[in-house]
């Protein structure tokens, strides 16, 4: 059902998921799922919880923005598992759970006695997720790994950067949220299967075997050269057509250029490029009317183009390449990003009101659900919802919490 | 169900996905539904289909590896929608669907006729969901975009490269899979839902939008230190404490890099570092005990690892970390991981044996139910299932699409 606010809080309603996991990989995976509109339960250790609450921290005290980023609606419980009744209850919480996810070391949640095994006891119909950094089945299964290593051991970082150069890691972090989204598809599709049968489910994602799915162009390429893919820098590592790259723009700062793409499937791509840039005398010349001519001819067509996008600022350059037809698009940073008002207006980004951290201004789950990105919710204090979540799921009342953070297990 | 092989073919079982996707943004997310069991009907014009199957064509009269990869486990039917008679059976099509999903330029849908409003009048259950380059609403609504275009406008390309170079576009592509994946699970919490209630529900994904998702601890490195997130090569964009980047190892070709990094929640990392490189007379060490300390020390310290990882390949310097408990991966490219033995042992590689191009070793989805990856089956051949669907769904015999292939309808 869609709210008033026509957000799809509703479209996940009623589901139950028990949320093990720290850092990113993980909660990026169940962040997605509650903006969804499932129920989902942090379990965080009473002392200072999910690690990434004190990553990149702005102010003594505060949680981190990182941690907002990665947390927004949920519940947050806090319980010490290393405690008997802590682990009784989170074991009582899985039996009342639909889904299970975790992306603790490797073997660590079967340390705790929370492994499939264990939980599948309490609840055949679980549905029960794991991040690994490396498959079970792999010789490294029993690594560590964080974003960069998974990006290093993926693939990733070696058709990133320029060809003379060493490899780069890219930014976005693929080896986190890109593993997250992928678990977050299959635990929907068990759910869904679920809804009709009650069956329960292992799933088992590893982070470098997911950065093979972001690459697949470059194994394409690969299939065709018989060659590993390259790095090429702003071009395209799967060869294709100049134009296409990044052209300078006034003023000349670090992220001041344009990206220019022509289109093999259109040829009229050119032909509008070479009207906007002054070059009509160039329209039909041989040297250049087709894709194969423009290879041999790279350099001389990069620099007539930066002839004119030096001319622009990279906001001009792009509205008036896109005017005319030309897949154009400016090099923006997170700062521009972060100001221009579109995002906010559309819902992609939202402001929320933090208790500890007052307003921020932040990306929302960016697929529209009848027009509307789903409503950001703040990402919760520390064990803010025990006596919620510990009453509604398993029947505690306020004074058996009380007792429960006296003996430390909250 | 599991089927006997262990596989998820399953999950979406029943499913039906009426597929007018091409290229990569809208085929990667059809597919990965796929994967999941989902009965994925892509409709091609009857001519030459998704011009992707002519992307990095390897060999003339065959699909390329790009079509292959993007589009396995799904029917291929074909229809002519510029005839009324194609209109009219795309609809009928569409009608029968649950899903019903297109990524072609802004405004094609509508001027087809096959816009939400027209969709939903013959269908009011049916979800549907687009993948725009540039989201309604945004100043540039109207434009073109492909990856490269969304990784330089949705921030990826600010906070990929070297700090002091020009921004580089990574080699995996985010603006086309990256927001597949996400417009995936939207569907899917559209589906469970509509498993309950039978509603329908617009979806719309722009590929812009979706690349703030991905750079979102760039969002959180901004929102702490006031200024617009940086390029920092392989090191980290956001931070963190040295060591953290890729250290040259014999014999020093193009991807000849381990990547170290050593947690900032772990300082036992950085004294089992220590005594891996030989220099346990460091431990203690004011100099360098203290992720700060370390900070103003990194060049020194990026050295003496270095020399080091010069006496290794990337491999054994792998395993040799690894084996201390040290976060670290080689850089690997995609010909070592096309032919590293345990993607194909573990299913995360899975060779086809494809009608016309022969045996392709490709990865398949990445999540493991039950142990194992769902089976890959081979992209359809153009039109291949155009008996086969037009009988289950609309109930047409042999010789109606007979009929229709002579009208030149399909």
């Known amino acids: 059902m869609l ?60 949680d981190s923005w990182y941690f907002l980023l990665f947390n927004a609606n949920k519940k947050s419980i806090t319980l010490n598992l290393k405690s008997p009744r802590g682990l009784e209850l989170v074991t009582e919480l899985a039996s009342k759970a639909d889904v299970f996810v975790e992306n603790f070391a490797p073997g660590a949640i079967e340390r705790l006695g929370l492994g499939y095994d264990a939980i599948r006891k309490v609840n055949p119909g679980i549905i029960y997720a794991q991040v690994k950094g490396f498959g079970t089945g792999s010789p490294y299964e ?58 329960g489910e292992r799933l088992e994602v590893a982070m470098q075997d997911a950065m093979l799915h972001y690459i697949r162009v470059c194994f394409a390429a690969q299939a065709a050269t018989g060659k590993p893919a390259v790095r090429a820098g702003a071009k395209l590592a799967s060869g294709g057509n100049p134009p296409a790259g990044i052209y300078p723009c006034k003023p000349g700062g670090a992220n001041d250029y344009v990206y220019i793409y022509t289109s093999r499937a259109n040829p009229a791509h050119w032909h509008h490029l070479l009207e906007v840039i002054g070059r009509q005398d160039l329209i039909g010349n041989p040297q250049y009317e087709t894709g194969l001519a423009r290879v041999e001819h790279e350099p001389e067509i990069d620099e007539m183009i930066s002839v004119w996008t030096r001319r622009h600022d990279k906001n001009e350059a792009m509205r008036i390449l896109g005017a005319a037809g030309i897949p154009a698009g400016a090099v923006l940073d997170t700062g521009e990003l972060q100001n221009d008002p579109s995002f906010e207006q559309r819902g992609i980004m939202q402001t929320i009101e933090h208790r ?41 009342n306020e004074d058996d919490v009380k007792g429960l953070r006296k003996e430390g297990v909250v």
Chains 1, 2 share one sequence.
């Open 356 to 396: 500890t951290c007052g307003p921020f201004k932040m990306p929302a789950w960016p697929v529209r659900h009848g027009g509307t990105p789903p409503t950001v919710k703040p990402a919760p204090l520390l064990g803010e919802h025990n006596d919620d979540v510990l009453g509604a799921w398993l029947g505690l």
């Open 142 to 199: 029993n690594n560590l790994a964080f974003d960069m290593i998974a990006q290093a051991c993926g693939g990733i970082m070696s058709v990133s950067g320029e060809s003379d150069r060493p490899p780069v890691k890219p930014g976005a972090t693929l080896g986190d949220t890109g593993t997250g989204m992928l678990l977050a598809i299959s635990v929907l599709g068990a759910l869904y299967r679920r809804k009709g049968t009650g069956q």
């Open 3 to 62: 709210d008033a606010h026509g957000t799809a809080t509703g479209c996940l309603a009623g589901v139950r998921i028990l949320d093990l996991t720290q850092f990113e990989a993980g909660p990026s995976c169940t962040e997605a799922l509650a903006w969804l509109g499932a129920e989902v339960v942090k379990v965080e250790n009473p002392k200072s919880g999910d690690p990434g609450r004190g990553s990149f921290r702005s102010k003594p005290g505060q």
